[in-house]
DNA sequence: CGTTAGCACTCGACTAAGATGAGTGCTAAC
DNA sequence: GTTAGCACTCATCTTAGTCGAGTGCTAACG
């Protein structure tokens, strides 16, 4: 649909934008050397491609600036010719050489970096409760009316609430519930939890125990975060604040209350993570308001074939996609590896 | 050492700036009707106020404001007639009408409520290991070669790690390691945690197991965080972006760069602890360049006496002293009575 | 016919000069 | 001791003018 020579100078408008964050004239590009045209030339192909909705103009007299639209193809069709220097590919893998052996400290410990040497803002979406599964389950009493409820999951994790204890309600039927749950519920993925719970446990519980509906309440409380709980953690939330784009406080205020808001951050996170591979979303394509200037590079890492989790580097629409781009697939390449070695 | 209208005026001055962030002339002062003087008159005492080191100008024709030192008298002569309004009250106790059963939830849920009521940001140092003691420890296998170390402490905390177990490691012999913990090390504060390890069981481990060294390793590894790690918290950082002297992104991303960085948090926050009761630590009281235009404001919650943690409320140096003072305490009251209805 | 040189035009960014006014310090009078 | 009066200071705002990067159009060129 773009000539070859439309092609060209859209990304090299598009590249010199990256880097500049200023609108890029005909004249500079026409120097660059890529695009062996006159300034004139490019002029004229430059309002074609503004006619098209490729770039646009903040003023009469200024130079060209992607729209969201000159993003998407540049995106699109940008050979992934990144070469990771090699003093990124050695910090991206330091942690590595430590001995980490939790998933999520991992994880967390490769966003921070990458939010380090992208210099953009890190979101790392912890592994998923639809791929994990119960592995034990504990009830320890602190003292007559609290006990803490201890969940450790197939990866690792441990989850606790701490639970009040109903006066009645007896240590041993305490114990009877729990030793239930251990024989019956282990390896039941997390978010079939609370309906496992009564399908498969009810009516038992009911024959031996004595106080069924308060310990059933104890229960449900315990479960209830199971099936939504997806952690968030955020590293380089202030790099936003570098970006020239984002000088004027008013703007990035948005951003950054947004960025604290985990059940939002945690949704739109998760709408990634349908297809595989390494997504981004440009501008609008966010559907936050405070992110219309923002674009978000995500990718998943599995274990065992199915995606565990995300992680996503948020930076403004002028963003250095291809690099991004490609130290998240080594990234997320690496993770995976190193995942599979851990829990295999 | 000041005189009475010394003091009268300071305040107003203060005051004023408090709620303009502007500089404050004579004529505002003396229109305010509480200092029944002339601008003359007010001028006279501010050129003396600003020679003893308690006000500032900007430059020559703009009007006064509190320096470092203004501030610290004004904080430590106020009297504390600010009165929580309802809503503010109401607001502040919402959570203990939840049923909420874990210190850190409480705590945490509190504190984003106060960066809320008061629009700073509030930093929160979860329960001190001080005053903390181990109540369980418990170490569950995930595969055959990594394992989760749980540790519950006496609040109802609960800290976990996985940990590499190394080939030639018994299962039985960690259950006898397990065991002997739990029989000998129950209640030890957890900061003594490690120093107990060698003195009680070094002898005795060594008798019963084959892999001793192995197994110190890991238990080493396991304790390691346990002397030093506090949580902290943090709520409503953007709120900073909010206050007018912060308007300028250079100005607050040296602020909001130290927030995120956590240990230095922790220890800004653990130096306030000495002392009980509401502590004001002003401008460069804070040992933090960044900060040298913020005020933190803390207050400790304790239980049986000992202070457990510390929240403590950011701003400007131009903050709502009275009013955050007011409202810590009366949290600080309601979270210690909350705490011991909790664990007694 | 595609490409390019030339040129008038646009418009934001920067600069300088002047006006405004809040606020001060000093002096003299009450 | 207090206050009115007044000259002075200086940041802020406004206006006008200049500059220059960049455009769009036209005409010439290969």
């Known amino acids: 649909m773009l000539t070859e020579r439309q092609r060209l100078i859209l990304n090299a408008i598009v590249d010199d934008y990256i880097r500049s964050a200023e609108p890029v004239g005909s004249r500079s590009i ?7 045209f006159s300034p004139a030339t490019i002029r004229n192909e430059m309002a074609d491609l503004e006619e098209l909705g490729f ?4 003023h009469t007299s200024a130079g060209r600036i992607p729209s969201h639209k000159g993003y998407r193809y540049y995106v699109d069709h940008l050979e992934p010719i990144y070469e990771a220097l090699p003093t990124e590919l050695r910090s991206l893998r330091t942690y590595f050489a430590e001995k980490l052996n939790a998933t999520e400290q991992v994880i967390q410990h490769a966003a921070m970096i990458l939010s380090h040497i992208t210099n953009y803002t890190s979101i790392l979406l912890g ?4 791929h994990t599964s119960l592995r034990h389950f504990q009830l320890l009493s602190l003292n007559e009316t609290t006990a803490v409820a201890i969940i450790v999951t197939s990866t690792g994790q441990v989850e606790s609430k701490t639970v009040a204890i109903p006066a009645g309600v007896s240590v041993s039927d305490m114990e009877k519930v729990v030793n239930l749950l251990n024989s019956k519920l282990v390896n039941v993925p997390l978010y079939k939890l609370k309906s496992s719970l009564y399908r498969e446990l009810g009516q038992e519980m009911q024959r031996h125990l004595t106080h069924f509906e308060e310990i059933m309440g104890i229960l449900d409380n315990i479960f209830v975060d199971t099936e939504t709980d997806q952690r968030v953690y ?4 202030t790099n936003m604040l570098n970006q020239p784009e984002f000088k004027d406080v008013d703007k990035v205020k948005d951003i950054l209350d947004l960025l604290e808001e985990t059940p939002t951050l945690t949704k739109m996170m998760a709408a990634t993570q349908g297809s595989a591979g390494i997504q981004v979303r440009i501008g609008t394509e966010n559907d936050h308001e405070a992110f219309a200037n923002c674009s978000l590079i995500t990718a998943t890492y599995s274990l065992d074939g199915e995606a565990l989790g995300t992680i996503g580097i ?26 599979s070695k851990l829990y295999k």
Chains 1, 2 share one sequence.
């Open 30 to 36: 026409s120097k660059r050397g890529d695009v062996g």
């Open 55 to 58: 770039l646009e103009q903040p």
């Open 127 to 130: 592994p998923e409760v639809f």
């Open 234 to 237: 955020l590293s380089g939330a």
């Open 314 to 339: 948020l930076g403004p629409t002028r963003m250095e996609y291809a690099r991004v781009m490609s130290l998240l697939g080594i990234l997320s390449n690496d993770l995976t590896k190193m995942l």
